[in-house]
Structures are given as structure tokens and as C-alpha cells.
């Protein structure tokens, strides 16, 4: 909202007898920091554009329907605060915000038993909501686990007394994995304590389940061959020195047997890993890179040097169907997507730190968009014959567009910027060689990549597009991104919440692609090697290492 129009809102300050209204700005008064201010729309509806966080919490919960669906406003407003509440206060705030609401006390009489079991209601709406949403997010949040078990345990006390409250007990039992079935008996005062300690004894799925997430945690992993290229291997942290091994060995083409994981410190210390040691967690601790290194008789450990990546290769690519490359590619990128929570974006563009513990599979998406336009540009610039390297940018061309036909927008835009890096636009031999009808397709690829006007060309073709589908990641967080620098996060010591809303909007973006979910068609079984080959892509990521080739195979006339 513009500063002029926010001035112009009419505004609402809530008491605890109700509301009533400032009719000027300079009517403001110290007590203004208790207030939520509002905007008035046609459908007499109020929205909620700035407030203190308890505030803004109270409104929302007396706001909240618990028997009928909630109307359009009171939903984006829960789901917005929902989403963007870490900005403003921290889990502990929110959960002893809601502990406190829950457990009021009723001074003199001023709510009769339906309104506390109502109130007491909301709040468990809202939580159930809160872990909806947030899934596995909070698992591991000491404050969210002690708050579930606290508020659990005042159900259990308030039931006998409010029996209205069975219904959400029995739903906050599933949220806590408990399965065990209860009644209202159950709860009277003087079977209580039995029943508590009872309840705790019963195993809590819901808050163990991220008990052993490192062990399974995917990450690219690199692989060197050589200085500046490697093999991108996305495998559990937990994976053994001779299963990535394997990998590296069917991914350049050399026996298995003659080759040694190596990790190398930045102070040139080598330390060669054993076949059952954990690969990755090693070179994480020690801070090093993980090479591939050649054994010789005497089994010394030589490394692969920079002209060897010129040597004749098979370039594999050439003999796998198009459709089935970008289906793989496409299947890889929406296993990515698809596992991203909506609070990884508020917190890559919120948090100045870049937590990566908060991002991880944001991280991971992003990741593979930057080695997917550095594989275009390697398998390019490693294949030595003009005519060879005329059909891999034909073959690339054709990989794009079905990238696009399968509404996989970040392997799209990943492939036409590798074949626009300039170490490969320079190959003017190559160029003049692609056929005029590949030209023309190339040129209609790059005007959807056509950064005027905001990026409308991209934006309309993509609204287009039926779900599921992935975005171009890196423009959504720069639209996410260019919100948060534009507009200040709190206004005179409120919560911007417009703000907040517009953020929560953006990334509401991602519920509509993953609306429905990819179907199950897979690429032909003639190709074994293809999943193997797009999952784990070898690429050079040296520019300058990436000019060199480009003029070795083009010199400069």
C-alpha cells in the first residue's frame, strides 16, 4: 500500500471493551502501539496493514469460524501470519502468546462457559492449522515441543469441564501421533493423573519424526576429476567413499578399480578415504575438497590434469532421445521443488546469513539450476569435432523446448542461458553450422528468457501453464526479495503487515504449481544409463578454465 493511501485508512483501535475510532493521524497517542490499523474495501470487509504481533494475534483469533468455512479474508489473514510470523517474533513468543489467550482467566463472570470453550477452541484451531502448515519444518524446536505437550496436558484437565473441547482433543492426539482412544470419562478429575503420565508414555511420532534427518540428508556433493571441474553427486550424507566412487567411475568412463577418493585440504594435505569411510561427512569436517585419483601399479595416487578433458570422450548425450533427457531432468527438478517448504524462501530472504540449515532444499534446487547451465556449457566446450559440437547445440535446442513442453521452467531457462555463456555464443563456426529452423526455435526460446518489462514475456507465458509446474526459482525469490527491500518491515514500531502479506502471497505462488503432481511417465528403458547421467552431471566451473577451452577448439581468427 502507498504511504498516502495507508495515511488515508481509516483506523480501528481495539479495546478490550471493543472498538472504537481515531478520525485524524494526529489523533495517534502513546496507546497507538496496541492498535491495528485497517483498510476499509468495498465489501466492508476490514484487512489488517499494520499492528502490534499480539495484536494483530487477537485479531485474528476472534476472527476465526469454527463450524463454518472461513471467509476469504479471515483464511488469507491466518495463512499469512502463519507464514510470515518468524519475522516478527520467535516461536517461543508465538507459542506463549497462545498459551496465554488458552488459558485466560474469565474475571467476573464477563464470558459464560460457551464463550471460554470457544475461545479455548480457536486456539487449538489455529495451532492445528500452525503444524498443518509448517509439517516437519518445527520438529525439531525445543519451544514448539514443550508448548504441544503444555497445552496438551490443559486439554486433558479442561475437558471434563468443557466437553465440547473431545472433538479437538482427538485431533491434537493426531498431531501428536498418539493413538490411543479416549472418553469424556476418562478425563474426570479423579482419573487425571493416571491418564497424564499415560499420555506421555505413548510414543509422539510427530515430534521424533526428524530424529535421524542428518543421517538421510541429501546434498550435492562435489567431485573433482581436475582443478576446476567435477562430478555433482546428489547422495545422503550417510553414503559410503565406494558408492560415490562408483558413481564417479561410470560418470568419466574409467575403471573403477584404478581409481581413489581423495580429499585435499586448502593446505594441500591429501588423505585418501577408505571404501566403507562416509565421504561426505569427512570432507565436511575437515574442510577439504573431495578429487578422484588415478592409481598406477604401485598404486601412487596421480591426478588428472586439465588436457586430459580433451581427449577423445564419448559424448554419451548424442545417443539419447531428447523427450527422455528432459523427462529425466524434469523428474529430478520436481523431486527437488516439490520438497522446498514455503518458510525456506522467508527465511533465504529475510535471514542475512543465508541460514543454509533453513534453506536446504531452496539451496539444493538453486544449486542444480547453476550446474545444469555449467553442463551445457562443459559437454559443448569437451567435444573437440565441429561436427559432433553442431549437433550437441542442436540436441541442447531440442532439450529446452521440451524442458518447456513439460512446464519445467528452471531447467528451461538453466539450458538456454548455458547455451548464451559467452564462451559458447563466441563459437562462430558452430553457429553458422545450426540450421536455420534451429536458429528460429532457439530465438523463440530466448524471448521467453527476455528480461524487459519485468520479465512479462516469462510471467505470461508461465501463468499460462496448467499445474503442476516449476518456476524459474531464481526470478520468484527476486520478486520475493524486491518486496522485502521496498518496503520497511515495521512502521512507527508496528508490524508492516502488508507487507507481509505481499511476501506471503508470492510465495503462495508455489501451492498453485504443485496443485496436482507430475504423472507417472517415465523415460524409455532403452536408455539405462540416462537417470545415472542427469542426476550426476559433470561440469567445469571455471570461467576463465571455460574461455580456454572455448578458444583451444575455436581460436580467435
Not at 465440547?164 to 476418562?186: A, N, P, S, Y
Not at 559440437?389 to 528451461?412: E, P, T
Amino acid at each position: 500500500m502507498h504511504r498516502q493511501e495507508f495515511y488515508a485508512s481509516f483506523r480501528e483501535e481495539m479495546t478490550s471493551d471493543g472498538l472504537s475510532w481515531s478520525k485524524s493521524w494526529r489523533e495517534r497517542t502513546a496507546s497507538f502501539c496496541r492498535r491495528i490499523e485497517k483498510h476499509w474495501r468495498r465489501q466492508n470487509k476490514y484487512v489488517v496493514v499494520s499492528g502490534t504481533p499480539e495484536k494483530i494475534l487477537e485479531h485474528l483469533l476472534s476472527d476465526l469460524h469454527l463450524e463454518a468455512a472461513q471467509d476469504k479474508e479471515t483464511e488469507t489473514l491466518l495463512d499469512d501470519f502463519l507464514l510470515t510470523y518468524t519475522v516478527f517474533m520467535t516461536t517461543d513468543d508465538l507459542c506463549q502468546a497462545l498459551l496465554r489467550h488458552y488459558c485466560a482467566k474469565n474475571h467476573q463472570g464477563k464470558e459464560d462457559d460457551s464463550d471460554v470453550s470457544c475461545r479455548k477452541r480457536k486456539v487449538l484451531h489455529l495451532v492445528s492449522q500452525w503444524t498443518s502448515l509448517y509439517k516437519d519444518w518445527l520438529h525439531e524446536d525445543e519451544h514448539l515441543k514443550q508448548f504441544l505437550k503444555t497445552i496438551y496436558r490443559n486439554v486433558l484437565d479442561d475437558v471434563y469441564e468443557y466437553p465440547v473441547l473431545e472433538k479437538d482433543l482427538k485431533e491434537f492426539q493426531k498431531i501428536l501421533g498418539m493413538h490411543r482412544r479416549h472418553t469424556v470419562d476418562e478425563y474426570s478429575p479423579h482419573r487425571k493423573n493416571k491418564t497424564f503420565f499415560h499420555q506421555f508414555s505413548v510414543k509422539e511420532n510427530w515430534l521424533q519424526q526428524r530424529g535421524t534427518m542428518n543421517e538421510t540428508e541429501e546434498i550435492f556433493c562435489r567431485v573433482y576429476i581436475t582443478e576446476h571441474s567435477y562430478v555433482s553427486v546428489k547422495a545422503q550424507v550417510s553414503t559410503s567413499a565406494q558408492e560415490i566412487l562408483k558413481i564417479v567411475a561410470e560418470k568419466i568412463q574409467y575403471p573403477e578399480e584404478e581409481l581413489a577418493l581423495v580429499t585435499v585440504s586448502f593446505s594441500g594435505e591429501k588423505h585418501e578415504l577408505q571404501p566403507n569411510d562416509l565421504a561426505i561427512s569427512k570432507s565436511l569436517e575437515s574442510s577439504s575438497r573431495m578429487f578422484v585419483y588415478r592409481k598406477d601399479l604401485t598404486d601412487s595416487l596421480n591426478p588428472f590434469s586439465e588436457n586430459e578433458e580433451l581427449q577423445q570422450r564419448s559424448v554419451r548425450i548424442l545417443g539419447i532421445n531428447t523427450w527422455d533427457l528432459a523427462l529425466e531432468l524434469t523428474n529430478f527438478d520436481w523431486s527437488l521443488f516439490n520438497a522446498i517448504h514455503e518458510q525456506e524462501l522467508i527465511y533465504f530472504t529475510f535471514s542475512r546469513q543465508g541460514s543454509a540449515e533453513n534453506t536446504e532444499n531452496l539451496s539444493l534446487l538453486l544449486q542444480r539450476c547453476n550446474e545444469v547451465q555449467l553442463w551445457v556449457a562443459t559437454e559443448i566446450l569437451l567435444c573437440s569435432q565441429l561436427c559432433k559440437r553442431v549437433q550437441l547445440v542442436k540436441k541442447f535446442i531440442k532439450i529446452a523446448a521440451h524442458c518447456k513442453a513439460q512446464r519445467n521452467l528452471n531447467s528451461f531457462f538453466a539450458i538456454v542461458m548455458g547455451l548464451n555463456t559467452a564462451s559458447v555464443s563466441r563459437l562462430s563456426q558452430t553457429w553458422e553450422k545450426i540450421p536455420g529452423k534451429f536458429k528460429k526455435l532457439f530465438t523463440e526460446l530466448e524471448s521467453l528468457t527476455d528480461p524487459s518489462l519485468n520479465h512479462k514475456a516469462y510471467r505470461d507465458a508461465f501463468k499460462k501453464m496448467k499445474s503442476p509446474k516449476i518456476p524459474f526459482m531464481p526470478l520468484l525469490l527476486k520478486d520475493v526479495t524486491f518486496i522485502h527491500e521496498g518496503n520497511k518491515t515495521f512502521l512507527d514500531n508496528l508490524v508492516n503487515f502488508e507487507k507481509l502479506h505481499m511476501i506471503a502471497d508470492t510465495v503462495r505462488s508455489l501451492r498453485h504449481c504443485r496443485n496436482n503432481q507430475f504423472g507417472n511417465e517415465v523415460p524409455s528403458k532403452e536408455h539405462h544409463e540416462l537417470k545415472p547421467y542427469v542426476h550426476h552431471l559433470h561440469v567445469i566451473d571455471n570461467q576463465q578454465a571455460l574461455f580456454e577451452l572455448s578458444h583451444r577448439i575455436e581460436p580467435r581468427v
